[in-house]
């Protein structure tokens, strides 16, 4: 007779809420009306308080604000009532209609009021509503333990209950909750649970979710196959019944084929996510779907395309206020790096900073900082990004060192808890244990050996669950153990990493106070050449008097010392323009390696600059120096060889210094760096007749014609270091057709390279 009269109730007010439903969905609903006359209608408290109870849930999932109205109706109805069935009701709809407006201690009270009325008259159905609620917000609370032990006992409540709708929204509960702790097995068990019962009518209009999420719960486990299954069935549904839910279907569908690398295919079903939000005007899939159109155009090369993707995934972000808007802008600033336009980047990052900040969401805010940081940087505002770059390394540790803290904490929690039923079960046990022992005798004192036998079996029973559990609680123990230890090991990983991010911070100031150093170094240096140049000059006039032989030697001297000091000033900068960049590009251990090579190579240029002529051995090891730079600089792109004549005394061999350097430098720069494969290059030294020199120097570069198209595409200032040396060996030489340039050809006919031949007359040294 009970289950019969709760049947005529539910098909009454299902019924009737059909009924109401439809005429609401007319704009001129008068909800103040329909209030009064439900209140003012001659049926029992009962029909009011389940038919207010119908549209006070129906307002709240409309997000209308007339559900409160309707809720102080109904306990105003139940002021002075005792009836537990409707006192059930009322506080479960307090508690869907306040949600997450009052304290969480509110909220549980409300939960546990429904629950203890439903008790009170075992009342299964508020009963398994109650526990399923209060297991939800315990899950939204984090305390995982607590809410699968209640919402695992709804869920044997529902096998009594066989309500399908009640078992399928207990299913799904338990299957969010696994899913959150990242128990992808367990969370696809309870989810193809819910997918086998059989009368699907209370909840048919959910099945494309529940579909959804059986196969992305299948892609976690790695099941690819019954993954496609479940897609393909869950855009059949969608479309044959639930099209509002398209655009949820195709981006997830994209997400999971983008994941599996499979870009193509996921850029088609974006686009019919696309498609499907412009045909429903339902833009609840554009912050996703669009962020990775813009990702996978952006892979492709298809700059402008991407920039509108993104562009699009902002201003609909925005116009939604989109929790995670703070992500897209950080994407976006980015993205605005790759084009050159860091100005604007840095906006965006700025934006994105603010906007995680209003929206708590602390996880993006370390990425926000570092796309901040970056901007600065390609802003050649270095001490602003390395100090942004700090607080993101300091954020992070910070961020680590809490989730670490908060996972501590819930093991230790659970722990706790299982330790406390552990004991209580344990004390019942021993108890029942006692109380079988004792019936164990009597049966044995009235000679039922089957009783007794039966009851040493249930002993055995209790004794092997109390064994069970125990091992439970310490593998608990263990595993907590283990935790501690993760997060002492971690804690010290974290100085030890402050220590390191101090030392790399000095490592920094150093390298910036080098630097610096060695710009004032290299001006000061410039400025001492001119002024003994200039002194030089002022000297050579004064000496007009002098035999004509004589002053045309001063002369020759004073040419090539103007062509000298030109040339170290060209080296110098070019040199220095590499530091710099290794810098900016924050490759310390680059930066350094280079730094001490042109320590080197400075002090050699510095005391060549003594003298207008060097000994070979001088010259080759300063040019073994540049080479070695200029490998560096360009990621060991090239290999490098010289070979000397045996018959040439090196140290006895005079020339003139860095005369070699500007050929070698145009091999590398004109010819190997626009080549695409590995490129090589050879000095010979040979002992001519008459204290001569052949000086040839060969690289397999791309050729002359070729370098000359690259540079004029891509040249932007004149080189002077070839011209200058051409003057210096004719000064030297006293214009002999001294320089022979070779463009080298394969068997096909194609360009191998260039050669140089250098013809030297050498002195005494």
């Not at 209140?39 to 997000?63: G, H, M």
């Not at 109805?77 to 009052?102: E, M, P, Q």
């Not at 009021?113 to 939204?140: H, N, P, T, W």
Request: hydrophobic content about 40%.
């Amino acid at each position: 007779m009970p289950m019969l009269r709760y049947t005529i109730k539910s098909i009454f007010i299902l019924s009737f809420f059909v009924l109401w439903q439809n005429c609401c969905l007319a704009q001129s609903v008068n909800w103040n009306d329909t209030l009064q006359s439900i209140l003012t209608a001659k049926v029992s408290d009962s029909i009011k308080v389940s038919q207010i109870e119908a549209k006070t849930i129906y307002l709240v999932t409309n997000a209308r604000p007339e559900a409160k109205d309707f809720l102080k109706a109904m306990e105003q109805l139940l002021a002075k009532s005792k009836n537990a069935y409707l006192l059930s009701k009322l506080y479960y709809t307090k508690a869907i209609v306040w949600n997450f407006t009052i304290s969480k201690d509110e909220i549980f009270n409300y939960i546990d009021s429904c629950i203890y009325f439903a008790e009170k008259v075992d009342y299964k159905q508020f009963k398994v509503r109650g526990a399923r609620m209060k297991g939800q917000y315990l899950e939204r609370f984090e305390n995982y333990a607590e809410a699968e032990k209640i919402l695992l006992r709804a869920y044997e409540e529902c096998k009594k209950l066989e309500v399908p709708f009640e078992t399928y929204r207990t299913l799904l509960a338990l299957a969010n909750l696994y899913e959150r702790q990242l128990d992808n097995n367990t969370s696809l068990k309870y989810a193809l649970l819910a997918a086998e019962i059989t009368d699907k009518s209370s909840f048919s209009s959910t099945l494309g979710t529940l579909y959804l999420r059986i196969a992305r719960g299948f892609a976690r486990v790695g099941d690819m196959q019954k993954a496609e299954e479940y897609n393909d069935l869950t855009i059949k549904y969608s479309i044959a019944n639930h099209q509002a839910m398209l655009p949820e279907v195709y981006s997830y569908i994209g997400n999971y084929h983008q994941t599996a690398s499979r870009n193509e295919i996921a850029k088609t079903y974006y686009l019919k996510c696309d498609s499907v939000m412009k045909a429903q005007n339902n833009f609840s899939e554009a912050g996703s779907a669009y962020s990775n159109l813009a990702t996978l155009y952006t892979l492709e090369n298809k700059l402008d395309t991407a920039q509108m993707y993104f562009e699009k995934c902002i201003s609909a972000s925005e116009e939604r206020k989109f929790r995670f808007l703070g992500r897209i802008y950080t994407n976006y600033s980015t993205f605005l790096l790759k084009l050159n336009k860091d100005s604007m980047a840095l906006v965006y990052a700025e934006k994105a900073i603010a906007t995680t900040k209003v929206n708590e969401d602390i996880e993006s805010l370390p990425d926000a900082m570092q796309a901040k940081a970056e901007a600065l940087i390609q802003l050649k505002e270095y001490m602003p990004g390395i100090g942004s770059l700090q607080e993101t390394i300091l954020l992070k540790d910070s961020l680590n060192r809490v989730a670490q803290q908060t996972s501590l904490a819930e093991l230790l929690t659970k722990y706790e808890s299982g330790k406390k039923e552990t004991e209580i079960l344990k004390l019942n046990s021993d108890k029942k244990i006692q109380q079988l022992q004792l019936e164990k005798q009597q049966a044995l004192l009235a000679g039922n050996l089957l009783a007794a036998r039966q009851k040493q079996q249930e002993i055995d029973l209790l004794n092997q669950n109390q064994q069970i559990q125990e091992l439970k609680l310490a593998k608990q123990k263990e595993a907590l153990s283990l935790k501690e230890l993760e997060a002492e090991t971690n804690s010290r990983k974290l100085q030890i990493s402050q220590q390191e991010k101090q030392l790399k911070e000095a490592e920094l100031s150093q390298q910036i106070f080098s630097k610096n150093l060695i710009l004032w170094g290299a001006l000061i240096a410039i400025a001492f050449i001119f002024l003994l140049f200039n002194q030089y000059r002022i000297n050579t006039h004064r000496k007009n008097d002098k035999e004509k032989y004589l002053l045309q030697n001063q002369l020759s001297e004073m040419r090539l010392e103007a062509l000298r000091s030109q040339m170290n000033p060209h080296f110098i900068f070019n040199a220095l323009n590499s530091i710099n960049r290794y810098i900016i590009r924050n490759s310390k251990e680059t930066a350094s390696e280079y730094l001490i090579k042109f320590s080197k190579l400075m002090r050699m240029i510095l005391e060549n600059s003594k003298s207008t002529s060097v000994t070979l051995e001088n010259e080759l090891q300063a040019l073994q120096l540049y080479v070695e730079l200029e490998a560096l600089r360009f990621d060991n792109k090239f290999d490098f060889n010289i070979s000397i004549d045996p018959a040439i005394n090196k140290s006895s061999v005079v020339i003139p210094p860095l005369i070699f350097q500007p050929f070698v430098e145009n091999a590398i720069w004109h010819g190997l760096m626009n080549k695409q494969e590995r490129g090589a290059i050879s000095i010979k030294v040979n002992q001519k007749q008459n204290n001569k020199l052949l000086v040839v120097i060969e690289d397999n570069g791309v050729g002359r014609q070729k370098a000359t198209e690259f540079n004029s595409r891509t040249h932007d200032g004149k080189s002077f270091g070839m011209q200058i040396t051409k003057d210096r060996l004719n000064a030297f030489n006293k214009n002999e057709d001294n320089l022979k340039i070779t463009d080298l050809f394969d068997s096909q006919n194609n360009s191998a390279g260039t050669r140089v031949e250098i013809e030297l007359t050498t002195l005494a040294a």
